[in-house]
């Protein structure tokens, strides 16, 4: 019987990826290669790599090495819909360049308006020094987005989903037609489910960006991005890349390769210890509402069970109560909760957020929340067993009641 084999499954694809056989040989992974200057055997072989250019190829460090090939490439196959995929120092890195990429000054971007504060940043900043317009949008409001289309013109959509800090859903595919249909570029932050949970390229986005610092590396020791995009959109932001200068480390791209591997795994624990922590946090009177769409009722798991077929363990709740001082109270007293920025790795995190200065048209508590208190905590849920993170999470609101 003769054709070309279906894909593997995604479990099956996170083990396999990136071991090419002229990387690995008889080696499981991908050795470390760590240098600087690739020597060529003739002046001939030197000038045909400078005009060529091609992935894969060695040429000099910057453009990488096997090491950084491999997990590249182990990207590529896990995002359906991928010609290739570029790696940068930080999620941060990737996001700047992936918009540098596209825009050009006088262009205009949409941003939602529930983005990664730093994601803002760079339009308020960067952009805005480099002479891009910006306007951030409602993405949940699809006919006041259509119109911000059809009036600004934009050269590029930036979308998140969920939200960051605020967890909200939005319809990804129909937003991606409109901003096709008025010849805009859909750039998505997919950090939250990976390509594993959330196929962006396929629902219709053209680069899916993600921070590999979180689920990828999955045990907080490293810092690094990808762009993962069509034949298209990945010519572009490799070029970006290249004149900016970002690599990667050899030895962090090592580590992201490890941590791939058992990427599958931790986001299904990940998933099912978010759901049993959630649904506990909404019987508490501590409570007013729970952010979370990966549980039934909430205002996004219609659109979550639609389109994602995975997710992780990040999720937020709001307080019934305004008090700043009990709710540092509370998340100074968790033993199993740190305290700090990032999140996907082994071990959970809590961070108190106000968002309300980071929205410019979303309201914040929404609608949805049916409350007026305005506190918020986002919890990272690592690996420990869920019954022990919700007995630290009840000493905190013991502790939130103490004067």
């Known amino acids: ?35 600087s200057t690739h020597i060529f055997e003739t002046e001939a072989d030197r000038k045909a790599a400078l005009s060529a250019n091609h992935d894969g190829q060695f040429y000099y460090g910057r453009r990488g090495a096997p090491t950084q090939w491999a997990l590249a490439d182990a990207l590529t196959g896990l995002e359906p819909g991928a010609y290739g995929t570029m790696l940068y120092p930080s999620g941060v890195a ?27 940043n760079i339009a308020r900043g960067l952009l805005k020094r480099w002479g891009v317009k910006h306007r951030f949008f409602d993405p949940l409001d699809i006919d006041s987005f259509t119109t911000l289309c059809t009036d600004e013109k934009p050269r590029a959509v930036w979308l998140e989903s969920p939200g960051s800090l605020t967890m909200e859903v939005c319809d990804v595919p129909a937003l991606a037609t409109i901003a096709r249909e008025h010849g805009a570029v859909s750039l998505i932050d997919n950090t939250w489910a990976t390509s594993l949970g959330f196929p962006a390229l396929q629902h219709g986005c053209d680069i899916s ?34 004149q900016l200068g970002h690599v990667v480390s050899p030895d962090d791209a090592a580590l992201a390769l490890r941590g791939l591997r058992t990427m599958g795994l931790r986001l299904e624990r990940g998933v099912e210890s978010a759901a049993v922590v959630a649904k506990w946090l909404q019987s508490r009177p501590e409570v007013a509402h729970v952010l979370c769409p990966l549980i039934p009722g909430d205002a996004g798991h219609e659109l979550w069970n639609r389109d994602f077929s995975g997710g992780c363990g990040l999720f937020s709740f709001v307080l019934n109560s305004g008090d700043e001082a009990a709710r540092a109270r509370l998340v100074d007293n968790l033993q199993l909760f740190g305290i700090g920025y990032s999140w996907g790795g082994f071990e959970s995190l809590a961070l108190p957020f106000d968002p309300a200065p980071m929205r410019d048209v979303m309201a914040w508590p929404p609608a949805a929340c049916d409350t007026t208190q305005k506190l918020g905590i986002r919890l990272s849920i690592g690996l420990e067993d869920p019954a022990d993170l919700i007995a630290d999470l009840e000493s905190g609101f013991t502790a939130m009641g103490d004067a």
């Open 1 to 35: 019987m003769s054709g070309k084999k279906p894909p593997h499954k995604p479990a099956t694809q996170l083990v396999e990826a990136g071991r090419r056989p002229e990387w690995t040989g008889a080696i499981v992974n991908p050795p470390v290669w760590r240098a």
């Open 94 to 120: 990737a996001i700047a360049a992936s918009l540098m990429a596209v825009l050009r000054p006088g262009d205009m971007l949409l941003v939602t308006d529930n983005a990664y504060e730093p994601t803002r």
């Open 209 to 242: 960006v993600m921070s590999l610092t979180k689920h990828v590396g999955g045990h907080s020791d490293l810092m690094m991005g990808s762009a993962s995009a069509g034949e298209r959109w990945y010519k572009a932001l490799r070029q970006n890349a290249q």
